[in-house]
């Protein structure tokens, strides 16, 4: 099939995905820059003498300095091998709270 409809590489096989398998150095960096904006946020509410449940939640939840880079920058998959995938391959990941992970993984 010649012309303007022949069929090419990305028609056949669909949408060419274009998500590196790891974050960059600058896609690291802005990951703990937005968890130290949220454990800013959360310090101030706390600060205002604001009561409520989702409040407590989000006190339980371990700070940026305390999380170890794996939990930072993965999170866990059942799916994946090794049950971890990079965190920038979840859906809506930088509006997620993705800091606690199942233990031993």
Not at 15 to 38: D, F, G, I, Y
């Amino acid at each position: 099939m010649f012309g303007a409809f022949r069929p090419t590489q990305p028609s056949m096989i669909g949408l060419l995905w274009k998500t590196p398998w790891k974050l960059s150095r600058t896609r690291k960096a802005n990951v703990r820059s937005r968890l130290k904006l949220v454990d800013s946020v959360i310090e101030a509410v706390k600060e205002s003498g604001v009561q409520c449940a989702a409040l407590d939640k989000a006190l339980e939840l371990p700070k940026e300095h305390e999380m170890p880079p794996k939990d930072k920058y993965t999170v866990f998959s059942k799916h994946a091998r090794g049950y971890r995938k990079g965190i920038h391959k979840v859906p809506k990941w930088t509006r997620l709270t993705l800091r606690t992970n199942p233990k031993g993984f």
